[in-house]
DNA sequence: ATATGTGCAAACCTTTTGCAGTCAG
DNA sequence: CTGACTGCAAAAGGTTTGCACATAT
């Protein structure tokens, strides 16, 4: 078991993605967080990343095109992903945990879970016609 | 707009991901096609993968352990991952088309799809305890 | 003839990791 | 003091790409 310490870079990384909802990818964390903390190692940012996924604290999606986005908003909730600009954007869209059960039928494993994402194209990208 | 010419190397590997239902990694592909190509080069294979699915021959499968999967069977059909031992399991579950109107709501893009992936432990890692 | 496809190898991008030093409890 | 955290840099893993040659039409 792992004891947990504080850390101010894990403190401002969590900060940084409250402060969002742009879903940032990593480097994008890293970038900003630099400005704080000029000497940070991207590789610390990785390892807060994913400690705070871990824990629950932060949300990690996972993206076909690109690298992964982290969301500070851990409630359940879907995506939406632009297919022109790659943007993630939060759904107003209750959770389907029923879809689960569905799922379930003729399948011979226990699902625990789904991800949902989905894609078009978002307001802007439709604009820019 | 590109001619498309025919490939002994690409309709190989289309017939074997028709042979299979587990939806091999693009490794897999390579690794089984050199028995029949021995000098066939991973770069062709990623080449073709891509092409088959650009053009809709294939699907492809963006996972968030791993590399991605490719699947021969285009039918509009969803699958399960198991977090134990990343297979990949075709369900039984039909077309869930009306959960984009759902997400539509009070969303000002254009909602195009979606993918979901159930999450779980599949048959063989639940009798592996 | 010529555009498309191939093999090879190098490059790329994202993420992980080993290590020695630093910091929190 | 000790285990957790950090910066650094190297490595890993998956995928893409530039090039010269081969092949399909």
Redesign the interface.
Known sequence: MQALKYSRQREAIKEFLLSRTDHPTADTVYTNIRQEFPNISLGTVYRNLSLLADIGEIL?I???EGG?RFDGNTMPH?H?I??KCNSV?D???KN?EH??E??S???????????????????K??SKH
């Open positions: 990690k996972s993206t076909s992964d879907y939406f632009c297919t954007i759904l107003d869209l389907m879809i689960n569905l799922a039928v003729n399948f011979n494993g226990k699902i625990e879970g789904h991800i949902a994402h989905f894609y078009g194209q978002c307001e990208c439709i």
